[in-house]
Each structure stands twice: as C-alpha cells, then as structure tokens.
C-alpha cells in the first residue's frame, strides 16, 4: 500500500502521560500536515512542513504539543502531560507541490486518542 | 474568518433519490475546493476537486459539484444514490496551504 500510513491506530493513555504518534506520508511527498478531529467537527488544522521545515503552527496546539518531520520523511507529533481534552483523532496528510495553487492533500486512517 | 458551512448535518434518502449536500465558505481570496468522503471505518478519501476552469467539476461515483463564485459555494450532487454512499462527507476550501474544513454531514442511504 503507498498510501499514508500513520501508527498507532488507537492509543489509550491516563492524563498526564506523554504519547507520541507517527505518520509516513507517501513517498515523494514534500508537503506533510498533522489535523485534529474531534466528534461532530471537522479536520482542523495543527501543522504543516514543507521538507523538514515547519512552516505554520495554528493557535490549537499548545506548548505541550511538538511535532518534527526530521529528514522530511516521517514526521512524529507528540504530546506531553496529556489532558483529557487533547482525546481526538490526529490526522496526517501528506501532498507534492511545486509551490503552485493546485495541491492535494491525502489523508491517513489517523490515531484515535482517548486519555482517561 | 475563514469558515466552511455545510448546512445538513444528517441527511436520509432512500436509494436511487438525488443528493444535494450544501458547502458554502467565507475566504478573502483564490481558493481550491475539495468534497472528501469517509465511509464507516475508512479514512477520508477525495471524492472531488476544483481548481480553476470549468466550474462543474465531476468525480468518482458518479459524484460532481459545482463552484458558483457569486454564491461562495460548491455544492455536491449525485442523481441516484446507492446504500453503498452511506458516509460522512466534508467539503474543504483550501487557501495558501492548509484546508479548512467544514463539519461534516452524515448520509444514510436506506436500501
């Protein structure tokens, strides 16, 4: 499969705990995002790195929140000292883009998190 | 602020009725429009696309949708649904980079 894959699937954790996720974008992507969902809503926005470079993070993700995309491959997104209402679905989603306006993102199964 | 509205949030027709999901954004520029469907247990998926060109734009499954520039909105069709498009749809407007997504509607297909 060459889709995006992210791992865990699911993750438990008791607050307070620190948990880390993993996405592989598809190959030869240079653009990947992490998004947040959380019941009845949408995706929104967490993060995004062109290459290895993070180049926006929203207002959502507080100072317990870092993600790195190391050798602009994978990235990891962690979580420290977890609260019960970072419970969410994370998303990755990875695109190609030469820096013109048509781009596509693809999304991965995500990680469920639910912290007791 | 930018924002997706997608007005239905659950919606339920029988099989072979038409679909019409709304999708209307509030963005100060160009932007790039995507319906994406997440079917029970599966990850979202791209049904459809609009970039620039003609405005009725068609996907898979028989899905199309049609960007009106002057109603800020891109509404998703399909003339005869089937159980199998029991989903949840979103629509998503994308700006410089991120997409901004709307909050979903549930369709459920009666056999």
């Known amino acids: 499969d060459t889709g995006v894959s992210q791992d865990p699937r699911h993750k438990i954790t008791k607050r307070g705990q620190n948990v880390t996720f993993r996405c592989d974008p598809i190959s030869e992507h240079n653009r990947l995002y992490w998004y947040r969902q959380t019941l009845g809503q949408g995706p929104e926005f967490l993060t995004y790195f062109q290459n290895e470079a993070q180049l926006e993070k929203s207002r959502l993700l507080s100072d317990r929140f870092s993600a790195e995309r190391p050798k602009g491959s994978f990235s990891t997104l962690e979580i420290q000292r977890t609260e019960q209402g970072d419970s969410a679905m994370y998303l990755c989603?990875?695109?190609?883009?030469?820096?013109?306006?048509?781009?596509?993102?693809?999304f991965g199964p995500g990680t469920r998190l639910l912290v007791l | 602020a930018q924002s997706v509205s997608q007005h239905n949030h659950h919606v339920i027709l029988s099989e072979a009725a038409s679909l019409e999901l709304g999708c209307n954004y509030s963005?100060?520029?160009?932007?790039?429009l995507f319906w994406y469907v997440q079917y029970p247990g599966q990850h979202l998926q791209l049904l459809l696309k609009y970039f620039s060109g003609d405005p009725l734009v068609k996907g898979i499954k028989g899905f199309e949708a049609e960007f009106i520039k002057s109603k800020f909105s891109f509404n998703l069709r399909k003339p005869s649904v089937q159980w199998s498009d029991t989903a949840e749809y979103f629509c998503?407007?994308?700006?410089?980079?991120?997409?901004?997504f709307g909050t979903g509607t549930r369709l459920k297909v009666l056999a």
């Open positions: 963005y100060g520029g160009t932007v790039n």
């Open positions: 989603a990875s695109s190609f883009t030469t820096g013109g306006p048509e781009e596509t993102q693809y």
């Open positions: 998503a407007v994308q700006g410089t980079y991120k997409y901004i």
